[in-house]
């Protein structure tokens, strides 16, 4: 009988160790079942000293397991350790908690650590996940809340917190999906570590995102470290109340958000499951360091304004460091703008540094990779890269990389940015919408310094006015002493609608001597069509004009720069339209196996290393002038010095590199050369081949260049020509300047088609092949090469819009005739519309024998629609003067013509006018 009960006291003791999960020592040790059991021991006292929680096994916790501060009841600790003592460990919290509660509550606890490394395992580990197990549409809940109260002395202050090594996800699963959009919902409202208010004797829930800590209330030291953070709609955040909430928040080495590459084009409906608006919040601090913190697929419908990072009230006067975090994914779904890095206030020095920013984007409102409106007079951004910031919307909205909107004498030197995009849809002389590389609209004395800015390719279709693209934008004449040198801008974007300007530089019309503003050593790139600089008047000064060696005529831009108080303002600047000499489109080194006039062309002005670190001027190891002076821009290089006679072919202008020419058409071939020497050069040769399949020279010609200054581009127009045999061509175009110091440059060689006449019946459409894909590509086609027998143009698809360009411009017709004729109409069977805003949907300029007809098989299947609510019309007959030639022979019939001029007596459905005078 004894051996029994003894067996059975045996399996009894032996069961309650097992559930025995969470060991307490500190005064006295003991084990629970949960750690809500293993805080209540806490609370009550029974547990003192320095207090160590070891967890050996997964718990699932039936309520918030509150740890009240020391001294409330009977409490009394130094300090609180909570870690796992094995790998793996799992805290869930309970399924039916109310909303606004988290897994772990430390109410007014100071000097307490989460720590979820397990002490037995080797190096440094995630070994614990804590889960909030609520429903996925429960709001304001938390996995570890920090609460504290002002009215019970105890609960003043949450002093020396560390969360860190830990798993931490949220409730909120499965929130990223279109219709979930509310402010106030789970995809809005949850969180992952929160430091807040509603502390106390009895905490409450929170039922708010905004709620703040009492005025008297502290969480100094406070940390998040080496946690994964997701399924919740913000990730950390401190609500502090004033700058003296806290000494300093430290949130480090975090990953926030679920892994995932984005492809394609918004809305990202994968994953659906991660971090829904905020990554970081804080408010009410005097210091903070947010620090090499991966920041993933910020994603949801919410409208609501995204951040990766952000700063938004009360912040003191203490450092604020933010540096070396890649924040990539940022993207609003649905309606509201989105930032990578907002700093909206700040009384104190501030550094954000070493930054990896990529794919910001908003499909509603404008974009910002650096968002400062801090009014902070010592502030630094540097070595940021910063890339794929696209503002989406059709009504037009800004994407910037950098916005100084606040604050004086901010350094912004040794950044990278490139890709921005967005819809042009606003104006010329605005200095807020576009696309802004750095754009300052406040504050006085900022240093612009070694900066690299690429704008490239067309801007994102839609809206139906122009918009401005700019590398640097200064706004108001307000801005004063402010230094711009050492930067490489290049420009070469196109599109945004008629009239739309693209330019390196934008300043404030009516800028003088009181700007005082210093622009100087920077290298300006751009195509033939974009300008040097704009003023918001605007006026534009195109590259082709500038002179850095005068300050006349009127249209060279430092006739302008020269006036804004220093008189050697540009005067080493230079402007080419040759590409900038990157290594890629993506990556803005510079590629330096060529002589590169950007090698130690920059003044010395203090930077003593580059955006890699490497040494000013320098780099390290320099063998080609490294040591004389910086190089421009944000990458200091081992390039070859600029050498005194150095001509080159850079590009092919007509026709372009791939470009085509119609059969036994007329053409003047085109080429431009540039000077890249220190030295000016006259009465050198210039030459232009055409080479065909066989190897055969059928066209080469010399051309002499009467004079060329130092750094500046012309281009050269050969004599007439044509071919007869359609195919596809070498075209070379060769600098032959005597004493030429780099000829590695002086060829560069390309392709051209001679392109046989369109004859017979052609399907336009998105999924025929170029360039039938499209109605601007097919009519381009028909301008480049005629017919040499009747032609016609089947539209298969319901609607041509986004990919095409208004107005579609029909030119005269070689080889047109009254059997040569050209019809567009819609295929058997096919309704189609074509959609836009321009001056007209379909423009035919002096042509002949063309017909439009919207008759086929299922009767009258054609509707052109005019956007444009201006001056405009649905078809367009244009002549070069009253007096003709004018359009003969033409045929518009069987379609249903829309305008959008309502409130416009200038609006018509078809008129005959002059070209240039209004429709």
């Known amino acids: 009988m004894k051996k029994i009960l003894l067996l059975a006291a045996t399996v009894l003791m032996t069961g309650t160790a097992l559930k025995a999960q969470v060991t307490v020592t500190g005064g006295a040790t003991a084990s629970y079942t949960s750690l809500g059991a293993a805080f209540a021991a806490i609370n009550v006292g029974t547990h003192t000293g320095a207090i160590t929680v070891d967890i050996s096994a997964s718990i699932t916790e039936t309520a918030s397991a509150i740890l009240n501060s020391s001294g409330e009841g009977g409490s009394s600790y130094t300090s609180v350790l909570i870690f796992p003592s094995v790998d793996g460990v799992v805290i869930n919290g309970p399924s039916t908690a109310a909303s606004g509660r988290g897994v772990i509550e430390l109410n007014g606890a100071d000097n307490v650590t989460v720590d979820g490394d397990n002490p037995n395992t080797p190096g440094i580990n995630k070994n614990l996940t804590i889960v909030n197990n609520n429903p996925n549409t429960t709001t304001y809940a938390s996995v570890i809340r920090v609460a504290t109260h002002t009215v019970t002395p105890q609960y003043n202050n949450a002093d020396n917190i560390a969360i860190k090594n830990l798993i931490l996800n949220g409730n909120a699963t499965g929130r990223n999906v279109s219709g979930t959009t509310s402010t106030t919902g789970s995809e809005n409202t949850t969180f992952g570590v929160v430091v807040g208010p509603n502390g106390g004797s009895s905490v409450s ?90 920041i993933q697929n910020i994603l949801s419908y919410v409208g609501t304004t995204f951040s990766g990072i952000e700063l938004n009230t009360a912040i003191g006067a203490g450092n604020v460091t933010i540096s070396s975090n890649t924040i990539t994914g940022v993207v609003n779904n649905g309606s509201g703008a989105v930032n990578a890095v907002s700093l909206l206030a700040s009384t ?64 912004v030197r040794n950044n990278f940015i490139w890709d921005l995009n967005a819809v042009s849809n606003n104006n010329t002389t605005g200095t807020t919408f576009g696309v802004r590389g750095i754009s300052i609209t406040s504050g006085t004395n900022h240093f612009i310094h070694h900066n690299t800015i690429s704008l490239s390719g067309p ?35 196109s599109g945004g609608n008629s009239g739309a300007i693209h330019t390196i530089i934008q300043l404030p019309t009516g800028g003088t001597s009181a700007m005082n503003l210093s622009i100087n050593n920077n290298a300006y790139f751009g195509s033939s069509t974009v300008n040097v600089g704009l003023t918001t008047n605007p006026t534009a000064y195109s590259i082709s004009n500038f002179n850095s060696g005068a300050t006349t005529p009127a249209t060279n831009w430092r006739a302008y720069t020269s006036t804004l108080g220093n008189t050697n303002n540009d005067n080493a600047s230079f402007a080419l339209t040759t590409a900038a000499p990157f290594i890629s489109a993506s990556n ?141 061509y070498t075209i070379r175009a060769i600098a032959s300047l005597a004493g030429d110091m780099a000829t590695v440059n002086d060829s560069i060689s390309g392709t051209m088609s001679i392109l046989a006449p369109l004859c017979g019946t052609y399907n336009i459409g998105a999924a025929q092949a170029f360039p039938f894909n499209t109605l601007t590509n097919a009519i381009t086609r028909l301008n480049q090469v005629g017919v040499s027998c009747g032609v016609t143009f089947l539209l298969d698809d319901a609607s041509y819009s986004t990919s095409e360009t208004f107005p579609l411009v029909i030119n005269p017709v070689l080889g047109g005739s009254s059997t040569n004729t050209v019809l567009i109409r819609p295929n058997v069977g096919v309704t189609s519309t074509v959609t836009g805003s321009g001056s007209s949907i379909f423009k035919l300029f002096n042509t002949y024998y063309v017909t439009i007809d919207g008759m086929n098989a299922g009767g009258s299947s054609l509707t052109l629609n005019n956007t444009n609510s201006g001056a405009s019309a649905v078809v367009w007959l244009a002549s070069t003067a009253s007096t003709g030639p004018g359009n003969n022979n033409i045929g518009i019939n069987n379609i249903t013509a829309i305008g959008g001029g309502t409130t416009s007596s200038s609006s018509f459905g078809i008129v005959a006018g002059v070209d240039g005078a209004t429709p």
């Not at 946690?227 to 990730?235: D, E, K, L, Q």
């Not at 590459?261 to 903070?288: E, H, M």
């Not at 910001?360 to 951004?381: E, F, Y």
């Open 459 to 493: 801007m994102l279709s839609g809206g139906s006015s122009p918009d401005i693209t700019t590398c640097l934008s200064i706004a108001g004449t307000g801005q004063t002493g402010i230094d711009v040198r050492n930067n490489l801008f290049s420009n070469t974007m």
């Open 588 to 728: 803005l080194h510079i590629n330096n196996a060529l002589p590169v006039f950007l090698e130690s062309a920059g003044a010395t002005i203090g930077v003593t290393s580059d955006i890699d670190g490497d040494v000013r001027p320098g780099p390290v190891g320099s063998v080609n002038g490294g040591g004389t002076a910086p190089d421009i821009g944000a990458d200091e290089f081992d390039g070859i010095p600029l050498v005194a006679n150095d001509i080159a072919a850079t590009a092919f202008v007509s026709p372009t590199n791939g470009g085509g020419v119609g059969q036994s058409m007329n053409f003047s071939p085109q080429a431009s050369f540039s000077n890249l020497g220190s030295s000016g050069q006259t009465n050198f040769n210039v030459i232009y081949r055409i080479i065909n399949s066989s190897n055969a020279v059928v066209y080469t010609q010399t051309n002499v260049v009467a004079s060329l200054n130092s750094l500046a581009t012309t281009t050269v127009t050969f004599p007439v020509t044509s071919l007869a045999t359609a195919g596809t």
């Open 205 to 294: 829930a929170l039922t708010s995102v905004t709620g703040v800590m009492n005025t008297t209330t502290t969480a100094n030291a406070f940390s998040v470290d080496n946690c994964s953070i997701n399924s919740v709609a913000r990730g950390i955040v401190f609500n502090g109340n004033t700058s003296a909430s806290s000494s300093g928040v430290a949130f480090t080495n975090n990953v926030i958000g679920s892994a995932g590459t984005l492809t394609g084009n918004p809305p990202y409906n994968s994953p659906a499951t991660t971090v829904y608006s905020k990554a970081i919040f804080i408010q009410g601090v005097s210091s903070a360091v947010i620090t090499g913190n991966i």
């Open 348 to 411: 104190g020095a501030y550094m954000i540094t070493s930054n990896i920013i990529n794919n910001i984007q908003s499909s509603t409102s404008s974009v910002m990779g650096v968002n400062i409106s801090s009014g902070a007079t010592a502030g630094l951004i540097e070595n940021n890269k910063i890339s794929y910031v696209y503002a989406r919307s059709t009504s037009g909205f800004a994407a910037r990389g950098i916005l100084l909107g606040g604050g004086n004498a901010i350094t």
